[in-house]
């Protein structure tokens, strides 16, 4: 017998592309499916889509409504809930290729993965595609290519066992979740394929703007980022460092057009004195190189080369690339 997938949808006043959402993953080439929607105490038409697809699904949808507590909890309550041999997560507003779960599904079977991760792509509100991710295996960035939680098929008592979660903060909440659970795994598998429809939508639940002011809770994520890997024994090294330290790296990089020089100079001191304090082989990182990791973005890997490597460089870069941000 086919194993059945469970699919977790933490949903907030998404009733503009829920049917899109939910017609995506009904539609699906493969049938065994669970599909568990957390209604995060919407206030729009959200509860009674749900209500209605829910008496229409021939017992495939398990509504539940709550009071708002935020994605990460819903998801939470959603993997507490899932009973499929299979998990995967499916934002609201975004949908699936029909083929997306099947493809995900033999991937798994054929390789007994405990995570398989493929890539993604970004439709605009006219459905034009804007840019696209794709991700080729053979590479050494890989597995952390797709660092959110979705666009990934987990096998659902590896989860429940290691007791993965998402972490209820504005930002870095899949993190907590994906880099723990990647790097704990038997056997991540990555996936050319494009399957996950990702619509940016600003208003989502998945989207909080990133800014400086963020910076302290950003490296307190880090912080219990850290604290669960080593709780679980994985070592700080290889791959699971380099994720860490582009983490940083990547943070002020975006943050660097909606702040002041002074302020890029404090928030850099601020991960640099973390990094010192929690990984003090940091800036032993071997994936910190122009040319590594294979598969991920130069600019990424010069970046990071610059963060630890040359500090100085990568401040005068992290300036000049926030006064561009700040006169767009």
């Not at 229409?56 to 935020?70: D, K, P």
Request: with cysteine; proline share 3%.
């Amino acid at each position: 017998m086919e194993q059945t997938v469970s699919i977790v949808i933490a949903s907030y006043n998404a009733d503009t592309y829920l049917k899109r959402c939910l017609d995506s993953l009904l539609n699906q080439t493969y049938p065994n499916l669970e599909i568990i929607v957390i209604d995060d105490g919407s206030t729009d038409g959200t509860a009674d889509i749900l209500d209605t697809y829910q008496r229409e699904s021939g017992g495939r949808l398990i509504v539940v409504h709550q009071a708002n507590r935020g994605a990460a909890k819903a998801r939470n309550r959603g993997i507490g809930i899932a009973q499929g041999e299979l998990l995967t997560f499916v934002d609201a507003d975004d949908y699936l290729d029909r083929d997306f779960l099947e493809t995900y599904v033999r991937a798994q079977r054929n390789t007994d993965a405990d995570v398989v991760c493929g890539g993604y792509r970004r439709p605009d509100a006219n459905g034009s595609i804007v840019s696209e991710m794709s991700i080729d295996p053979n590479t050494e960035w890989a597995p952390y290519a797709m660092t959110a939680g979705c666009a990934k098929l987990y096998r659902t008592s590896y989860i429940h066992d290691g007791g993965f979660r998402f972490l209820p903060v504005d930002i870095g909440e899949d993190l907590f979740f994906t880099i723990p659970a990647i790097a704990s795994a038997a056997t991540v598998h990555t996936l050319s394929y494009v399957g996950y429809n990702y619509y940016f939508n600003t208003g989502s639940a998945s989207n909080t703007k990133l800014t400086a002011s963020r910076t302290s809770q950003f490296v307190s994520t880090l912080d219990l980022i850290t604290d669960d890997l080593t709780d679980r024994g994985v070592s700080l090294d290889g791959l699971v460092l380099h994720v860490i330290v582009r983490s940083a790296a990547w943070f002020l990089l975006n943050t660097a057009g909606d702040s002041s020089d002074d302020n890029l100079h404090n928030d850099t001191n601020q991960f640099v004195s973390w990094l010192d304090r929690r990984i003090p082989n940091w800036r032993d990182d071997e994936y910190a190189t122009p040319r590594r990791p294979t598969g991920d973005a130069l600019a990424n890997r010069l970046a990071v080369w610059l963060f630890v490597h040359h500090p100085r460089s990568f401040s005068v870069a992290l300036k000049l690339y926030g006064k561009v941000g700040r006169s767009r």
